[in-house]
C-alpha cells in the first residue's frame, strides 16, 4: 500500500530529524529525565515508522487485508500519541501529558496484533 509507505518513510525520517535534534539542540537544556524520556519518543517512533514500510510491503502481496489497513493506521496513530506525548512531554514538562502515552502504546499493540491476523489469515 503507497500511502503507508509514504507515512512510514516520513515519519522515519522525522525520527531521525527529532532523534539529531535531541542529541544536539537539547542536550544541556532540558533535564536529563526528560532527555530520556525524548530518546524513547523517538526510538518508538522509528520503529513504527518502520513498522509502516513493513505493513506498505506486506500489503502490497496480500490482497483484501482490510485488518493490515487497521494496522498501519493504528501505527501511525500509535505515532502522534505515543512519541508525540514524549516530545511535547519533554519540552513542556507538564507530567500530566504523560497520561497519553499509554493510548499510543494501546495502538501500536493492536496494530501488532492486527499484523498477526493478517499473517494468520493471508499468508
Known amino acids: 500500500m503507497k500511502l503507508f509507505l509514504i507515512i512510514g518513510s516520513i515519519n522515519a525520517m522525522l525520527a531521525v530529524a527529532l532523534g539529531a535534534f535531541g542529541a544536539h539542540g ?30 506498505a510491503l506486506i500489503a502490497g502481496r496480500i490482497t483484501g487485508a482490510g485488518s493490515l489497513t487497521v494496522a498501519g493506521w493504528l501505527m501511525f496513530i500509535g505515532i502522534i500519541l505515543f512519541s508525540g506525548s514524549l516530545y511535547v512531554l519533554s519540552l513542556t514538562q507538564i507530567s500530566v501529558l504523560g497520561a497519553i502515552t499509554p493510548l499510543g502504546g494501546v495502538a501500536f499493540i493492536v496494530a501488532w496484533i492486527m499484523v498477526v491476523v493478517s499473517a494468520v489469515k493471508y499468508l
Not at 42 to 51: I, P, S
Open 26 to 55: 537539547l542536550e544541556g537544556k532540558i533535564p536529563e529525565k526528560y532527555m530520556q524520556i525524548w530518546q524513547t519518543g523517538v526510538q518508538y517512533h522509528m520503529y513504527h515508522a518502520l513498522g509502516l514500510i513493513a505493513i
